[in-house]
Structures are given as structure tokens and as C-alpha cells.
């Protein structure tokens, strides 16, 4: 049998995911387990969205966990690039074939006739999707709109009868009517692929053997079938693992979760100790038992043991977990180092230093100022948000908005929070001084403290965000009916 290969594929649009390094960990052991090779792979097509910035912190999330890849675009290999950016002429060759044998063609229609489309699909309460209008223009007709440089996107063909049967690995046979099928674009206006052409043209020409990815991927595999069948490729194996979900039985969500590896590792968590908690979902020892390294969960991988019912990422699980680590695999020397590594990062304390030191007159006066950089949370109760002029509503609403235009910060720098936050205060009409209260007070423990937007800077939008939600439950959290006023204002607020 050839070798087996897999591999991992996030898109670079955001902070690395507990559910990127979840699907990471079950390729890594699967391909591993059989000397196989483990791959990465950065879908970065969606220009607008994918950044250098968000690319460094997935390397950086999976190598803490340890979860590091045999090929990928930082270590090169046989079947680079590794990095979709770098792969257009490799599609737009592909994409060629598929023109060439009927099974893609040229669509011209505007916006605004798909609009109408699916209007009129929508009243008549009629399946959404492309409505075949070019398919059926003349050959003449489209030779002379691409001569023209008419705009066109490239889609591929779907029958239009019968059901698109395959094999999940996990689930057997899975059925989907081609009905439920668009015909989806393969190459944009911009001449770039979507996710489903350069997903299958690359995992086909990586060799990829397994593909091991979220359970929300399912309803794309008929396109992916149909893909490799127009092309007259052996399709891999499709492997859907369970999603990952909040204890409320959710879909795991940042809303309701910390979602973000770099909170796992700002909260001073074990990698080993997360990376097993992941093995956890879904997944079992054949023992039963519950603390495993990443090696021996390798050695006794087999996806047969994994177990479809939607795994519950815990937190307070996780704590135990993490707990359990630190008794047994770390004597106090090590204890000692790992957590002095942890909390005196030498690029985080040259970021606080200059802010306490006029404030302090000894050594011993630091940690009262600076605690809330290395504690989990900060001691607030209602009373720390009295205010001459702000009611508890408007603190909630200031805690809440700031939380939202914070998450929309893309550079994450001191004048980029400062001018965000700025902003937030004019377009509220509130002098900058309250504005901040309600911040000082969620994000440093106290109403007066060193600058809050520099410590936001250094904390980061994770740790942020989990004390600007901590506020928000102090203070008797935000109904569902109070969150949608409150959406629909700050939408209005621009
Ligand atoms: N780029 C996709 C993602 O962000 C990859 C999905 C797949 O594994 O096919 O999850």
C-alpha cells in the first residue's frame, strides 16, 4: 500500500482555533501511527481575509502543543508549494481541463441577476442555488463574451437527478441528493479558486491519502466527489470527525468558550496537558485510561475507536486535567522553571516594566500593580463598577461594545485599541474618562490603575475578552432579548 498521507488545511483568517489543533492531533496520530506523513497546508485564497500575521500564530499554536507536520510551507517538501497563494497557475492549468471536457463552464451573470434568482427561488419556497442560465448559452455566444473581456466566474456542473452516494470512514454510507447541490464556482471573477477546487486539486496532487476534517464539511463532499470523477482521480478516504461543542451542546463557540489556542497558553494551561484533553473528544485509550501523552496516543491510534456523539469541550474538565499535570509530571524544579518562563516572558515583561516603574518606589510594590498580567481573572463584585454618571445598564453596554469593535481590531497595537476605543466613545457621545471606567475597572481589577489600553495591548484580545465577559456576568450578564437591542444599536452606531 502507498504511504499514508494527511494533512491539515486551515484558512490563516483569525486566531488559531482549538478545533484546528483538535483536527491536527487525529491526522498527526492517524498518519503517524502508520509511518505516514502529516502535512500542512495554508487555504489562503480568500486574499481580503488571510494574513502573514494569522499564518505565524496557527505555526506558532500547533508547535506549543507539540503538534508539529513532516511538510508544510515553512519546511518545504516534495509537493510544494504549500500555500494556496503560491498555486494559481497550478489551477488555472486544471481548471482548463475541466472547461475542456465539458464538465465547468463561463458564467456571466451579475450580482444582481443572482439576487433576483434567488428572490424568486426564495418565494416560492424552491431549493436555493444557480439557476443552469449559462450553461445553456450558445458555444458562440460565450467564445465572443471572453473575447470581449466580459466578466465571468468559472462553476462546475451538477446532475440534475439522482443522489451522490459515498463512504465516510466513520459514518458509512452517506447519501445526498444532487438536488441540494449548486454549481458551485470553482475559479472567481478574480481568477483565483474557491476552497472546494484548490482543496481538491491539492489534496490530489499532495497525495494526500485520509481526509480527517470537522464534521461541517460533510455536505461539501459530493462537489469533492464529483471533482475527482471529472478529473478521473482516485478520491481519498473522507474521514468526518464529531464537532466539537460548548457544555450547553453547542457548536464550540468563542462566544460561550475561550476558542482561542493563545488563551490556552496566556492562562498558563500544559500543552501536553490541552493536546491530551483534545484526544479526549471523541477518542478513547484502549485502557480507559485518561492521561495520555501524545506518543502514546500515536501508538495506539485507530479511528475505529472514535466515537461519533458530540464531544463536549469542558473547561473545568480541562482544569482537572491540567491540575492532574502539574501534581505528577512536574517536580518543583520544573514546576519552578516552567512557571517562572510562563509568567516572566522577557517580550512581556519589557512591555510592563516601563509602565510600573514610576509607580513604584520597591521591588516588593510590583506585583500589587501588575497581578492582574499573570492572574486567571481579577477580584470584582457590582460595587467596583459604582459611578457618579454610569448606570449598571451603561456599563454593560460600554463593557459589551468594547468587546465587539475590540474583536474587529486587526492589528493589534496600542494606537489601534486606543483609536478603536476612541472612536466607540465619540459615536456613544461619552467623555473618554467614563468611557474607560467600566474597563479599568473589568480588564485591571481597579477603577484607577496603569493605562488601560496599554495593559489591553499586552493582555491581548484573548485574556481580554474572557475578563470583559467576566464583567459583563458581575454585573448580572445580558439577556437574549437586551443582546439583540444592543446588536441592533451598535449596527446602527456604524
Ligand atoms: N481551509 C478549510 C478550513 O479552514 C479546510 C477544510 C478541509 O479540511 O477540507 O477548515
Known amino acids: 500500500m502507498s504511504e499514508i498521507r494527511t494533512r491539515i488545511a486551515p484558512s490563516p483568517t483569525g486566531d488559531p482555533h482549538v478545533g484546528t489543533a483538535y483536527i491536527a492531533l487525529f491526522n498527526r496520530c492517524f498518519a ?25 500564530d496557527i505555526f506558532a499554536a500547533l508547535r506549543w502543543l507539540g503538534l508539529d507536520w513532516d511538510e508544510g510551507p515553512d519546511k518545504g517538501g516534495d509537493f510544494g508549494p504549500y500555500r494556496q497563494s503560491e498555486r494559481s497557475s497550478i489551477y488555472s492549468n486544471h481548471i482548463k481541463t475541466l472547461l475542456d471536457n465539458g464538465s465547468a463552464f463561463h458564467c456571466f451573470c451579475s450580482a444582481e441577476r443572482l439576487q433576483q434568482v434567488r428572490t424568486e427561488q426564495m418565494a416560492n419556497k424552491q431549493q436555493l442555488g444557480y439557476d ?51 454549481m458551485q464556482v470553482l475559479i472567481k ?15 490530489h496532487l499532495m497525495a494526500i491519502t485520509h481526509v480527517i476534517r470537522g464534521e461541517e464539511w ?14 478521473d482521480w482516485d478520491p481519498p478516504v473522507f474521514c468526518h470527525m464529531p464537532l466539537l461543542r460548548n457544555p450547553d451542546k453547542s457548536k464550540l463557540s468563542k462566544r460561550k468558550n475561550p476558542t482561542s489556542i493563545g488563551y490556552y497558553r496566556a492562562m498558563g494551561y500544559l500543552p501536553e496537558a490541552v493536546v491530551n484533553y483534545l484526544g479526549m473528544m471523541g477518542w478513547s485509550m484502549p485502557s480507559g485510561e485518561e492521561k495520555f501523552s501524545l506518543n502514546e496516543m500515536t501508538n495506539e491510534f485507530d ?33 519552578a522553571n516552567q512557571f517562572a518562563s510562563w509568567a516572566f516572558q522577557a517580550e512581556k515583561l519589557a512591555a510592563i516594566i516601563p509602565l510600573i516603574k514610576q509607580r513604584v518606589e520597591r521591588f516588593s510594590d510590583v506585583v500589587n500593580l501588575a497581578q492582574f498580567f499573570i492572574s486567571a481573572d481579577v477580584k470584582i463584585s457590582t460595587e467596583s ?17 468594547a ?29 473618554i474618562r467614563d468611557f474607560l471606567f467600566p474597563l479599568f475597572v473589568a480588564v485591571t481589577g481597579n477603577a484607577v490603575s496603569i493605562s488601560v489600553i496599554e495593559s489591553i495591548a499586552i493582555l491581548g484580545i484573548d485574556i481580554t475578552r474572557a475578563r470583559l465577559r467576566q464583567a459583563i456576568t458581575v454585573l448580572g450578564g445580558i439577556s437574549k432579548k437586551a443582546a439583540k437591542n444592543l446588536e441592533k444599536e451598535y449596527r446602527q452606531l456604524g
Open 32 to 56: 503517524h501511527q502508520q509511518s505516514g506523513k502529516f502535512v500542512l497546508r495554508i487555504e489562503d485564497t480568500d486574499q481580503a481575509r488571510s494574513s502573514a500575521q494569522s499564518e505565524q
Open 132 to 182: 443552469g442560465h449559462c450553461l445553456r448559452l450558445p458555444a458562440e455566444e460565450v467564445q465572443s463574451k471572453l473575447a470581449a473581456g466580459e466578466e465571468n466566474v468559472i462553476r462546475m456542473k451538477i446532475p440534475d437527478s439522482g443522489d451522490c452516494v459515498f463512504t465516510d470512514k466513520l459514518r458509512g454510507e452517506v447519501r445526498i441528493s444532487w438536488e441540494q447541490i449548486d
Open 189 to 203: 471573477s478574480d481568477g483565483l479558486p474557491t476552497y472546494h477546487f484548490a482543496n481538491v486539486v491539492d489534496d
Open 218 to 231: 460533510i455536505n461539501s463532499v459530493p462537489k469533492h466527489v464529483l471533482l475527482y470523477q471529472y478529473f
Open 303 to 335: 479511528l475505529s475507536r472514535v466515537s461519533l456523539g458530540g464531544p463536549i469541550f469542558d473547561i473545568e474538565k480541562l482544569d482537572w486535567l491540567n491540575g492532574k499535570y502539574i501534581r505528577e509530571d512536574l517536580d518543583d524544579a520544573e514546576f
Open 385 to 401: 463598577f459604582e459611578h457618579k454618571s454610569l448606570s449598571v445598564n451603561s456599563n454593560l453596554k460600554i463593557l459589551q461594545f
Open 403 to 431: 468587546l465587539w469593535r475590540l474583536e474587529t481590531v486587526s492589528d493589534w497595537n496600542r494606537e489601534e485599541i486606543e483609536s478603536a476605543l476612541q472612536d466607540l466613545a465619540n459615536k456613544l457621545e461619552l467623555k
